[in-house]
């Protein structure tokens, strides 16, 4: 199945600072998602976007798909982005509803 | 408001002890799917169904059921839960089978004692 690795595994920061998650995919996908799970266990939907770029406030995220890529950038880091972000894959259906494949995350805490 | 909801939030059982996750989406969407969270092994998906009465297997199904037989609702039966099945459960859907943006549910903690 598709693998899907993620960069850095731990990451502290000082409020404010800027910060890029990574996320490699081995295949193609037509499906790429990144999610924020907060402290208490949920996932929150932050973009989806098997290509191109999209911006949402102080995160964007670039996908570039011919390199098997994707980039989630926290800027102006707040408290209130500490837990894990997870980046999340489906390649082109091969039958069945394809599935997403989830990397390991990034655990991120903000510091003050 | 657009979400998928799962009850209950929270729940400790006892081995053996039959017991139902529900979970109901209000975006008419045609693909729901169920996973588990376990510390070091990630999210796996446990089920999905593509549409109302198509359902199939995931990747760690052993020891769980489930049931659709209307769009909006999904859930999710343990018929005789054991202690290895204590885990984050999510329940998540979307609105085509094979493409969009996937959305996840609260999450239920599940404790088998």
């Known amino acids: 199945g598709i693998q899907v690795e993620q960069s850095p595994p731990d990451l502290i920061l000082q409020e404010g600072a800027n910060s890029t998650l990574r996320c490699n995919f081995s295949?193609?996908?037509?499906?790429l998602q990144w999610f924020h799970q907060n402290p208490w266990g949920q996932l929150i939907n932050l973009f989806y976007i098997p290509s191109g770029t999209k911006q949402n406030g102080r995160l964007s995220a670039t996908t570039v798909a011919t390199e098997r890529y994707s980039l989630l950038y926290i800027s102006s880091s707040q408290t209130t982005d500490s837990g894990v972000y997870f980046c999340a894959v489906a390649p082109p259906i091969t039958g069945g509803g394809n599935k997403l494949t989830f990397g390991t995350g990034t655990q991120l805490k903000v510091e003050l | 408001e657009a979400q998928v909801t799962q009850n209950p939030r929270y729940l400790i059982t006892v081995t053996g002890k039959k017991l139902t996750v529900t979970c109901s989406q209000n975006m008419n969407h045609e693909y729901m799917s169920w996973y588990r969270q376990d510390p070091g092994l990630g999210l796996r998906q446990i089920y999905y169904s593509m549409n109302v009465e198509a359902t199939d297997k995931g990747d760690v199904p052993e020891g769980y059921k489930v049931s659709r037989k209307e769009k909006r609702n999904f859930p999710l039966i343990l018929e005789s839960p054991s202690p290895n099945q204590t885990s984050l459960y999510f329940c998540?859907?979307?609105?085509?089978?094979?493409?969009?943006?996937?959305?996840f549910g609260p999450g239920t903690r599940l404790l088998v004692l």
């Open positions: 998540a859907s979307r609105d085509r089978p094979t493409w969009g943006a996937q959305y």
């Open positions: 295949d193609s996908v037509n499906n």
